[in-house]
């Protein structure tokens, strides 16, 4: 059975109400480590990935050879094919990434999104959340390692 249904949380899917470039972002990441977890994650996955220095395209380096540098880079990834997810690993301080909501539409959408939050949140053992477009203190719903799946943050009946 899926974490969420999409007549549940379609206002959370909704560009207009969310912005199309909901953020994400994993609480309690701290670290060069936490990052290579992910990079880690990307790599074993089989998802398609590609790691972007300005317009060139290159390998993914270790996360702490990324972070020593001052343009970092963009780690692309699409967790199934026509879905992107754009990493920014610019500071280790933080994990965050972008999701394009016109591209997680009905439930397919709702279980890719549920899919790539808990893989990322399993593998560092953290709660990974969603907010609308640039509203970082209000989360709508996220990875919860406590019940180990992606639950609702929010009232998705807001409007």
């Given at each position: 059975?899926?974490?969420?249904?999409?007549?549940?949380?379609?206002?959370?899917?909704?560009?207009d109400v969310?912005g199309?470039?909901p953020?994400v972002?994993v609480?309690?990441?701290s670290?060069?480590?936490d990052?290579?977890?992910?990079?880690?994650?990307?790599r074993?996955s089989?998802?398609?990935?590609?790691f972007?220095e300005g317009d060139a395209?290159?390998p993914?380096?270790s996360a702490?050879e990324v972070l020593?540098?001052?343009?970092g880079?963009v780690?692309?990834?699409?967790p199934?094919p026509?879905?992107?997810?754009?990493?920014?690993?610019?500071?280790a301080?933080?994990i965050e990434?972008?999701?394009?909501l016109?591209e997680?539409?009905?439930?397919h959408g709702?279980?890719?999104?549920?899919?790539?939050?808990a893989a990322?949140?399993?593998?560092?053992?953290m709660?990974?959340?969603?907010t609308?477009?640039g509203?970082?203190g209000?989360?709508?719903l996220?990875?919860?390692?406590a019940?180990d799946g992606?639950?609702l943050?929010?009232?998705?009946n807001?409007?």
């Open positions: 059975m899926p974490d969420l249904l999409w007549d549940d949380v379609k206002n959370f899917f909704d560009p969310m199309a470039l953020d972002f609480e309690g990441t670290s060069v480590e990052w290579q977890a992910v990079f880690d994650l990307v074993a089989g998802w398609a990935w590609e972007l395209v290159g993914l380096p702490a020593r540098r001052s343009a880079g780690l692309r990834v699409w199934v026509g879905v992107l997810a754009i990493f920014r690993p610019w500071s301080e933080g990434f972008d999701v394009d016109r997680l539409q009905g439930q709702v279980e890719v999104l549920c899919g790539l939050l990322v949140g399993r593998r560092l053992g709660q990974v959340v969603m609308a477009e509203d970082y209000h989360p709508v996220g990875f919860d390692p019940v992606v639950v943050m929010a009232d998705p807001f409007r």
